[in-house]
């Protein structure tokens, strides 16, 4: 029979200490995206359908290449987190690990590529 009390059987049992963290980045990133995607949809649509030289041309003004790049690598960023939580719910094990690096390498990734096509079309 073990003598054990209520806060000695549960230490160790609570918080990680870092949900705090990843749940303030996650309203931080939902908020910059709720000014962000209105932006990105008006400047993107403005040029939706024209000519190939037309969106070149408008994606070389500074402000629809910043709103562009801003919305990409928050929104993948925003991603990641999300899919981090979903994969810490949801998996296990050694699994848990493989799925979370390559979902990282992979949003990491993305945003990359995302970025260095605006850059590359705006300069």
Not at 23 to 40: K, N, R
Not at 69 to 97: C, N, P, S
């Amino acid at each position: 029979m073990a003598f054990l009390t209520d806060r000695k059987r549960a230490e160790g049992l609570g918080s990680a200490k870092t949900g705090t963290d990843h749940h303030w980045h996650m309203m931080v990133t939902s908020v910059a995206l709720v000014g962000l995607i209105p932006l990105f949809i008006f400047t993107f649509g403005a040029v939706l359908g024209s000519p190939y030289e037309e969106v070149i041309a408008y994606y070389q003004r500074p402000f629809p290449a910043i709103i562009a790049a801003l919305t990409m690598l928050v929104g993948f960023v925003h991603f990641r987190k999300g899919v981090q939580t979903l994969i810490e719910d949801y998996v296990h094990g050694f699994a848990r690990k493989a799925l979370i690096i390559a979902m990282i390498c992979l949003s990491y990734s993305a945003a990359g590529i995302a970025i260095f096509a605006i850059v590359r079309i705006a300069l």
